[in-house]
């Protein structure tokens, strides 16, 4: 991957997406994450962003993880 790759965090079934600012952040919020939603069957992994940079940054600012 590129130093330009952006990365985000995807649950799965639902199919929520949610922008990070780094790898590295993304790494960290699914290590937190990833124990409270398997409890509730939910699986989750990070993923490069699918989008246009700006849809990027508009989900950085918009969403929470």
Known sequence: ???TQLW???IEEPD????????????AHIN???PSLEKLG???KVVPWPHSAE???QNLTSSPP
């Open 1 to 3: 991957m590129s130093d």
């Open 42 to 44: 939910l699986s989750s």
């Open 8 to 10: 985000a965090i995807l």
């Open 55 to 57: 849809s990027h940054a």
């Open 16 to 27: 929520d997406l949610y922008a990070m600012p780094s790898l590295k952040d993304a790494q």
């Open 32 to 34: 937190i994450l990833r």
